[in-house]
């Protein structure tokens, strides 16, 4: 099975921490992504990675930055972080080859306050 | 822009009935489909996958596509109360693992 680890369950910081949320996976995928969820706006792509140092701007970037130094992780940091980004941060990994779904880790509810 | 829709809900369907849930797509030529269940608070869980048209079951799942219609079906059998949790369609519009998700439907199964 596959297995998407988030580092955090929970969270809770201040406005203007810089907040990092860290994300492995454990099958070699070639493809990681970071989504936000939220009431009412469904799942809204951040970033995303298909390859070790490579990532790719998703729909709401802005505020957000991410590092892939090795494969199996991805990580995900709030530059400075804000209320509105308090939210359901969700990780997830895919094969390289098309046509493949995307496996999610369980999620880190971050409170920004 | 390529586009995911499903009807919010809630759907309310008593225990034992079949459960249909629906979802139409922007784009003739996509590839794949995919249903994930989600429950409250927790993350998105594949529960099937389709590549073709027709039907393809698993358990108490059937999926069904219709790509010259555009859309993608989600029918649960003996619906049970622990079914009960938001549904949300993806789509690969491009064959490269990148995937456009709806805004999901909500059921409910009532004991």
């Known amino acids: 099975d596959v297995k998407v680890t988030q580092s955090s369950r929970y969270l809770v910081k201040r406005t203007g921490e810089k907040v990092f949320l860290e994300c492995v996976q454990d099958?070699?995928?070639?493809?990681m992504f970071w989504y936000r969820q939220d009431p009412g706006l469904g799942l809204r792509l951040i970033y995303f990675?298909?390859?070790?140092?490579?990532?790719e701007k998703g729909d709401i970037p802005e505020g957000y930055s991410v590092s892939r130094e090795k494969k199996e992780r991805f990580s995900l940091i709030l530059e400075s972080a804000s209320t509105n980004q308090t939210s359901m941060y969700l990780c997830?990994?895919?094969?390289?080859?098309?046509?493949?779904?995307?496996?999610f880790g369980d999620g880190t509810r971050l409170s920004i306050l | 822009q390529k586009e995911v829709e499903q009807n919010s809900g809630p759907l309310s369907v008593p225990e034992g009935a079949i459960a249909s849930l629906n979802c139409t797509y922007s784009?003739?030529?996509?590839?794949?489909f995919f249903w994930y269940r989600q429950y409250s608070g927790k993350s998105p869980e594949l529960i099937m996958s389709i590549y073709s048209n027709g039907d393809k079951e698993d358990g108490r799942f059937t999926a069904q596509l219709n790509k010259a219609s555009q859309y993608v079906s989600l029918l649960i059998r003996d619906s049970q109360p622990s079914d009960s949790a938001t549904y949300l369609c993806a789509v690969d519009f491009n064959a490269g693992n990148m995937l456009t998700f709806g805004g999901g439907t909500r059921l409910m199964v009532k004991p």
């Open positions: 997830a990994s895919s094969w390289e080859v098309g046509n493949q779904p995307q496996h």
């Open positions: 099958m070699d995928h070639e493809n």
């Open positions: 784009d003739r030529v996509s590839q794949s």
């Open positions: 990675s298909y390859d070790v140092k490579m990532k």
